[in-house]
């Protein structure tokens, strides 16, 4: 596809239960992030990928939160036992290398999580 | 102190003239420099970086970076009223992106 797509666009749930988010980047970019965004505030890391491993998970907020990429593409952020605390827009974005002073993120358009 | 920092606004232009957002950051390793644009309800689009010190143009907007002064900038000149957004700096560390809570631009006619 020509940009980052994810899926669902909007996701409600009730507290406790198990979600997981999608992220397709752009064809060819090896590096992949994921954000969390709450109203009024910017994007807070939380984690990123380069290739099929996470190469810095450090903003992941506790072990509730859990995300893989297998194949080097797709990847799927994990949230287990949700809480109210986790709602929030989640952006995934992807960039052709990671670290490089040109490494510019393009940013899909999120999904909105509504813990209940 | 907050790692990006950025004035929260609202900021008020008159269309037409030039519309100043300023970012200061706390990490001297910080390697390169974004400016995102972000519309209600939208995700962020990037407009411009900058990794030297001194300025970069690219149409309307110039941003502006000092590393001395841990302080990066950008002017938009001719303001319209599609620049009204929200406008995030983000920083650049070892891998990976900070960014600021961004600065709300209203741009009245």
């Known amino acids: 596809g020509a940009g980052v797509s994810q899926t669902p666009s909007n996701k409600v749930t009730e507290k406790g239960k198990y979600v997981e988010l999608r992220c397709d980047p752009i064809?060819?970019?090896?590096?992949l992030y994921w954000y969390r965004q709450s109203l009024g505030q910017g994007p807070e890391f939380l984690i990123y990928?380069?290739?099929?491993?996470?190469?810095?998970d450090s903003g992941l907020p506790n072990d509730r939160f859990f995300a893989v990429r297998p194949e080097g593409s797709v990847s799927t952020l994990k949230i287990q036992r949700t809480e109210r605390g986790d709602s929030a827009v989640y952006l995934c974005?992807?960039?052709?290398?990671?670290?490089?002073?040109?490494?510019?993120?393009?940013f899909g358009p999120g999904t909105r999580l509504t813990v209940l | 102190q907050k790692e990006v920092e950025q004035n929260s606004g609202p900021l008020s232009v008159p269309e037409g003239a030039i519309a100043s957002l300023n970012c200061t950051y706390s990490?001297?390793?910080?390697?390169?420099f974004f400016w995102y644009r972000q519309y209600s309800g939208k995700s962020p689009e990037l407009i411009m970086f900058?990794?030297?010190?001194g300025d970069k143009e690219d149409g309307r907007f110039t941003a502006q970076l000092n590393k001395a002064s841990q302080y990066v900038s950008l002017l938009i000149r001719d303001s319209q009223p599609s620049d009204s957004a929200t406008y995030l700096c983000?920083?650049?560390?070892?891998?990976?992106?900070?960014f600021g809570s961004g600065t709300r631009l209203s741009i009245r006619p």
């Open positions: 990490d001297r390793g910080s390697q390169s």
């Open positions: 974005a992807s960039a052709l290398r990671a670290g490089g002073p040109k490494d510019t993120q393009y």
């Open positions: 983000a920083v650049m560390g070892a891998s990976k992106i900070i």
């Open positions: 900058i990794y030297s010190n």
């Open positions: 990928f380069q290739g099929t491993g996470a190469a810095d």
């Open positions: 064809s060819g970019h090896t590096a």
